[in-house]
């Protein structure tokens, strides 16, 4: 009854999939226990959002403003969906992030987030892993985000997905630039980044490790860099992604 009045919300909201995944069977085991998070959780609604073809541009601008969009459409349908729970189903609830903000703790690599969308899918029902360790939805394919909301509502896992979804096809591995998936069942996360964030944290330290030993004609020059205009505007973006590489290549889905 409250799972059929979720679902029901969730799709008026425009998502593509709905799905609930109880919090005992949540398991991740390198990301954090659900209770430091949020003690009383009992459950997690995960919504499956379907990416348009702005991954597929290439041009880099585009295909992150594509990415930008559902970004803020998935904080949107979080923050409606966690209001709905709290006053139409007398609950209490809390939203995830989509992707961050993240506890970025060098301990950790600052690649863990609080919790892992990809364990809470496919509990939830909603896709299995391929070999390119990305969820694969049954109907959506691969090209899809998640989006999710913990409360305190005790309602069951849905069930999981049985069909063996991802084709073995070795797309995914072959059109990686980085090679980060080279190993089954994990991804190089170093060479990933490489390619897929250039002007992230890593560039970030390299830049300012070099423009501290500079004169300051030296340094002028590095600012008119386009390096450091790039890590500008992404310092700003967030994590700006110039590679889709395993998402588009997967001929999986719609
Ligand atoms: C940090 C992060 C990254 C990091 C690190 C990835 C990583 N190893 O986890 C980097 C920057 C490399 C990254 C890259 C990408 N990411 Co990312 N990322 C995240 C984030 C924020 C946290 C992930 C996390 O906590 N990982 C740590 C733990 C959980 O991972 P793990 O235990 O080591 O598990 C890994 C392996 O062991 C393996 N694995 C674990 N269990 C199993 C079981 C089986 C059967 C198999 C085969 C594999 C497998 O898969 C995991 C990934 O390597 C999530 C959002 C979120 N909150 O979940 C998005 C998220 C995972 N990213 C996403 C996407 C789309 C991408 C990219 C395509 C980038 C892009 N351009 O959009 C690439 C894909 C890289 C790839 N093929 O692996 C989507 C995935 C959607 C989907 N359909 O699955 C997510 C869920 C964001 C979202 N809101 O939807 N990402």
């Excluded at 980044?193 to 004609?217: H, R």
């Amino acid at each position: 009854m409250m799972k059929q009045k979720i679902r029901e919300f969730a799709m008026g909201l425009g998502v593509d999939d709905v799905g609930f995944a109880a919090a005992a069977d949540y398991k991740s085991s390198r990301s954090p226990k659900i209770e430091t998070l949020f003690p009383e959780a009992k459950s997690i609604v995960v919504m499956a959002i379907k990416e348009m073809s702005h991954t597929e541009s290439p041009n880099p601008q585009i295909a992150m403003n594509g990415r930008l969009d559902i970004m803020e459409f998935g904080r949107g349908i979080n923050y409606r969906m966690a209001r709905f729970i709290e006053k139409e189903c007398g609950a209490r609830a809390m939203s995830i992030p989509l992707s961050y903000p993240m506890n970025l703790d060098p301990a950790t690599g600052g690649v863990i987030a609080d919790l892992s969308l990809r364990h809470a899918a496919v509990v939830a029902g909603l896709g299995e892993f391929g070999r390119h360790n990305l969820v694969i939805h049954p109907r959506l394919g691969t090209r899809v985000l998640f989006a999710a909301v913990l409360c305190n509502l005790d309602m069951p896992s849905d069930p999981p997905v049985k069909e063996n979804l991802c084709t073995q096809c070795n797309a995914c591995v072959e059109n990686c630039p980085a090679g980060a998936l080279n190993n089954e069942g994990q991804t190089d996360v170093m060479k990933c980044l490489k390619v897929s964030q250039p002007y992230g944290l890593g560039k970030n330290i390299k830049f300012w490790a070099k423009w501290a030993g500079k004169t300051p004609e030296e340094q002028q020059k590095m600012f008119m860099s386009k390096d450091f205009w790039m890590m500008y505007q992404a310092n700003f973006i967030g994590f700006q992604y110039f590679c889709f590489k395993c998402y588009t290549s997967c001929p999986v889905g719609e």
